[in-house]
Structures are given as C-alpha cells and as structure tokens.
C-alpha cells in the first residue's frame, strides 16, 4: 500500500515539474517574441523601412501672372562741405520724388525708405614721401588726404499694384527729382495658393509614379514612410535703370513713359515620397 502511495506521489510531482517546465519555456518564448518586436519596432522607428524602401519624385507647376511691380529710386547729391545744405538739398527732392509717388496712388504701406547714406570725399596729394634729410635730421611727409566733399545718397523701395501706372512712375520720380531708378522686378504678392495647387500636382505625380514602380517590380506599396518638398524656379523680371540729374521739380512735360509688360511666372514645387515595400 505505501508502495501505491509513494509511486503516486512520485508521479505527481514529475507531471507537476513537467508542467512547469512548460510553462517556462513558454513564458521564455514569450518574453523572446516580445523582446524581437520590440527591437524591430525601435529599429523602424529610427530608420522605417531602410532595407524595403524605395523613393519616387514628383514635380508640379503653376503658371501665373505677377500682381506686383516693385522699384526703387535714389537721389545721390553731391557737393561740397557745408553738409547741412547738402541734406537740404538731398531731402527735398526726395520728398518731393516721395509725394508724386503718393499723389500717383500708391498707398504708404508700398512706399520704404531703404538706405541712406553719407560719404565724405577726399583729396589726395600727388607728392611722395621723401627720405630723412642728413642734415636737418627731419623727414619731409606728405599732407593727409583731405575731406573736400560729400556725397548724401537716399534710396527708397516702391510697390506698384496698379500696372498702367508704372511707366509714368518710372519717367515721374526722374522729373521730381531722382537721379537713379533701377530695379524693377515683378512678382506675386501671395504665393500660397499657388504653391498649394503646384504641391498638388507634384504629389499626384509622385503617387502615379510609385504605383507604376510597384507593379513594374512585381511587389506592394507599404505605408508611406517620408515626404520632403522643396519649391522654386526661376522668377523672370524686367529691368528697368535710368540716370540722371533730377529734375528741380515735377516738369509739365514728362520725358514719354517706357512701356513696361510683366510678362508671367512659374511656381515650381517638387516632391520626393518614401513608401515601404510589401
């Protein structure tokens, strides 16, 4: 009877140390799974899909035409050095450049004053420098060069919304008084929405593209990994430059306005997507 027991008893606790054994294989390859997914996850977080990946590019283009005209103007005065007269000068002649510009319709807002400046002139003596005389134990120096003048430049910035005024602006800031315009460009004043429309295409573009990869390659697009944009192109711009004395005041006959087109410009946004392979 003791025999029964005991073989039992002996019975019970290997099925016991077997079950346990399994449950620890289990739990060790539980935790062994857990452990890979984990890494595997962490690995495609820092670089998703860097072995099953691929790029594609995509462009997109909007044509428009500029709704801006930007200029700028300088009066340059030069003289000599009673610099407070020079400023006189030099600032009245900008205000007045100043206030045609106004009284054409531009707003204040399309009206900056972008630098002014002072800049003396000097004279510098043609004499050269003499060696140290033996006997008079004195060297002979040539005088410092001299401040005979100065030169007062202002410039100012102009946006012009309204088109059939620019020439007359462009003859009328000379009349009033500028020496020197230069720098038409045209551009568009808010770009927003035609760089959403180009992102759109390009977008389109790359989405087509990958989808004719894919099939090409015999395998699945994945989920899109990265989008990276870049814009631009080249902004075509007139040039305008015109130089002068200045006028003393705005003449009633103005030199004839040149004709000014905008022409148009291309807003350019390409995109490059990444999409896993499946």
Do not use: H
């Amino acid at each position: 009877m003791n025999n029964i027991i005991n073989d039992g008893e002996i019975y019970k606790s290997s099925a016991a140390k077997k079950l346990l054994l399994y449950i620890i294989a289990i739990a060790f390859l539980m935790f062994a799974y857990a452990a890979i997914s984990y890494v595997q996850t962490y690995a495609d977080s820092i670089q998703p899909g860097a072995y099953r990946s691929f790029p594609v590019t995509g462009e997109g283009k909007v044509v428009a035409v500029p709704d801006v005209a930007e200029f700028t103007f300088s009066v340059i005065t030069q003289g000599g050095k009673d610099l407070s007269k020079l400023q006189q000068d030099n600032t009245e002649k900008v205000n007045r450049a100043i206030g045609f510009v106004k009284s054409s319709g531009v707003e204040a807002k399309d009206i900056k004053t972008q630098g002014y400046g002072v800049d003396p002139r000097y004279q510098t003596s043609s004499c050269r420098q003499m060696p140290i005389d033996i006997n008079s134990a004195t060297e002979k120096v040539c005088p410092p060069p001299e401040i005979v003048g100065y030169t007062i430049s202002q410039t100012v910035s102009v946006k012009v919304r309204d088109f059939t005024k620019i020439g007359d602006l462009l003859s009328g800031v000379v009349a009033a008084g500028a020496n020197s315009v230069s720098q038409l460009s045209f551009v568009i004043d808010d770009q927003t929405e035609l760089e959403n429309q180009a992102r759109e295409e390009a977008i389109g573009k790359a989405q087509a593209k990958a989808m004719a990869v894919a099939k090409a390659g015999g395998f699945r697009l994945g989920k899109l990994i990265s989008i990276n944009e870049g814009w631009g192109g080249p902004v075509p711009y007139a040039r305008y430059e015109a130089f002068g004395k200045g006028g003393d005041g705005i003449s009633a006959i103005m030199p004839p306005a040149p004709s000014i087109e905008p022409g148009s410009q291309e807003i350019t946004v390409s995109v490059t997507l990444v999409y896993e392979i499946r």
